[in-house]
């Protein structure tokens, strides 16, 4: 594990904010009303840093994290990734960031199920490269990804589908592939919603590993304060507004 | 590199998909099934009329024919393009083979010997061109015999009998007279009842070249061309040979005699006679049609202006005005046989227009799978777009699958369309057999067997028509998924 992810330049917390966001406001219609879930937001989360966003059951916190994560769009404010608006990227710029700078690791794994386990670890990459990049550097990635994988332990297990794996196997695959094209944020949703306790932990400890060994940014939101609290940081989304913060 | 390989993917896996691609492969079975058998059976139409007609033909509608066809000959051989010219006669008939087979015919006279470089009629004969064949493709024969066979059946084809006087006697005791007084006579094999046999060999009468038959024909009068039972005109003859050009029209009803002799027992031949007024009369001889062919690399059109220049010439004016309404005209072979050849045109275009029709049906099949798969995979989609892929990326591994399963599915379909085509005749004699189904009627079709050549032309235009659609079936939803909002679409229940 001590060996995961080689990390970008950083190596140390910077007080520089990597990603930051301005007055953020996200409004959703349901039916004939609205729900205005974010409220004007401000957040800023340097380079390094372990941020957690907690909130209760549909407080925004997820729509929060698609939004800094460029999933989403805000219907005001903005979202600055090293001080460039993403809003002025287009569709592809967009998409570029979330291949190359972005992981994202979701409560429910999101694998393909027709991948096996390298192939869904492969997929940031594949998406990267173009056939003949891919077939190019075919070697290096497959090198990378099985580097990846063995050090979240899941070397054994190449050639499954994530049909014939547990759901603390299916998410180490999921972070396996969201750390495959070495991104500068890792967004976690719910990383361990949808695991017992024992599972939630271990994975739990691979996030702090990253964070703390490969200095691996991290934005996670969740529900449960146990697993907040092993972030540097806690930001408490409620009623659309981040309403405090807790530091460790 | 991941539009490829999700592709591959869902292609292997997407058990739904092969539906579509069974439906692809299907419609382009089907397509190359009709047209590889409408467009032979055009083809082999073309082929066989222009053998059996020569490249131009001069003709009369009207069953009197025309004059001076000789001088129009003469004109004609002369030209350099011209490789032979022969007339032929045209009539009606009732013809009775041996005392036993009575039936009404087509009567076709030629000068058989002039015929060689005309057109191809002599191909069809068996006893002077097939059976040599036939033997020349044993592979027991050997070289020197082959070459001997070749040189027999390289003969100009003729009436002349095979078979002494005393043989036909020794055949047919119940014949009397001068037996030189028989004339050669060749016979449409359907005439005379030739089949098949079980493994598709064509069985003949044992005694078939000793039968004798008696003709009865009408002569007809270019004045007033009414039939008069009086002046009927009888002749016996003995079959030397049987004609299969596979025009069922052709050899079903018509009989093939000696070009002289069937002029004069039609009245058609050079008359001289003195009327009931004292006015001496002189008749030219009269044929029905002039069969030309071309030296290989003539141009058929100008030939053909050309000749009708001779036959304006020839015919004059006085002439031209006494034929009225139906004059004598010079026609390539095509327009000659116009009327079986834009018919079956015409039919080969409707029944591929109609089963093209039906093939659309499986643009439909694809776009709904194709909407099916894309609502399944919306998660997929999310999770891909999550990773970074743009919409026009998502938009193409849907496109890509379509077209995918066109390539496979129409390749599929070639393959099950060439095994189909090359075994038809085959599956068509099992389901006569097993069944009882004749869906191939000789009578209605005009060849005996299914035409099974594959023009790969019309095939490549067929597979890239079945490419294209899978491609637009897979279009709207591939439009779809490209514009699903990766979060919409990670939420998707």
Sequence with gaps: MAQLAEQPETTIKSDAAILRASGVRKTFRMGESTVT???????????????????????????????????????GGSIFYDNQDIATLDSAGKSRLRNTHFGFVFQFYYLLPELNVMENTLLAAMVEYSWFGFRTHHAELRKRATEVLDQLGMAHRLKHRPNQLSGGERQRVAIARALMNKPRVLFADEPTGNLDAETGRQIMSVMENLHKNHNQT??????????????????????GKLERAEER | MYKLHLILKYLRKRRIAWVSLIA????????????????GWLRMFKETFHDITGDIVISRRSLTGFANYEVMIEKIKALPEVAGAAPTLKTYGLIDINRRMRDGVQVIGLPLEQMQNVNGFRHSLYRQYGQYIEATDDPKTTAEDREQLKQLAERPASFAKPYSNEEYQAANPELKGNLNNFA??????????????????????????????????MPLAEQGATLDPMTKSDRYFFIVDDSRTKVWQY??????????????????????????????????????????????GANLWATRDKIQQIVDGAIGSDQATQLGIDPVVVQTWEQFNAKFISAVEHEKVLVTFLFSLISIVAIFLIFCIFYMIVVEKTRDIGIIKSVGATASGVAGIFLGYGLAIGIVGSGLGLLAGYLIIHNINFLHEKMGELMGI??????????????????PREVAVIMAVAVVSSVLGAFVPAVRAARLHPVEALRFE
């Design chain 1, 37 to 75: 879930v974010l409220k004007n937001v401000d957040l800023s989360i340097r380079t390094g840093e372990f941020v957690a966003i907690e909130g209760r059951s549909g407080s925004g916190k997820s729509t929060l994290l698609h939004i800094l994560g460029a999933l989403d769009a805000a219907d």
């Design chain 2, 251 to 296: 050899d079903s009803n018509t009989v093939y005699v000696p070009f002289d002799l069937l002029q004069k027992d039609l009245g058609m031949d050079k008359k001289s006679y003195t009327d009931s007024e004292g006015n001496k009369i002189n008749e030219p001889a009269r044929t029905s049609e002039i069969h030309i062919g071309l030296k290989l």
């Design chain 2, 438 to 455: 004749q869906i191939w009627n000789p009578e209605v079709y005009a060849f005996d067997i299914i035409p099974n050549t594959i023009n």
């Design chain 2, 24 to 39: 692809v492969m299907m419609c382009t079975a089907m397509v190359i099934v009709v047209i590889s058998v409408m467009g």
């Design chain 2, 184 to 217: 050669g006579m060749i016979v449409g094999a359907g005439v005379v009842g030739i089949g098949k046999d079980a493994k598709g060999k064509i069985e003949h009468w044992p005694a078939l070249f000793t039968a004798y038959a008696r003709l009865t024909v």
């Design chain 1, 218 to 239: 991290i934005a996670m939101v969740t529900h449960d304060r146990t697993i907040a609290r092993q972030a540097d940081r806690i930001l408490v989304l409620k009623d």
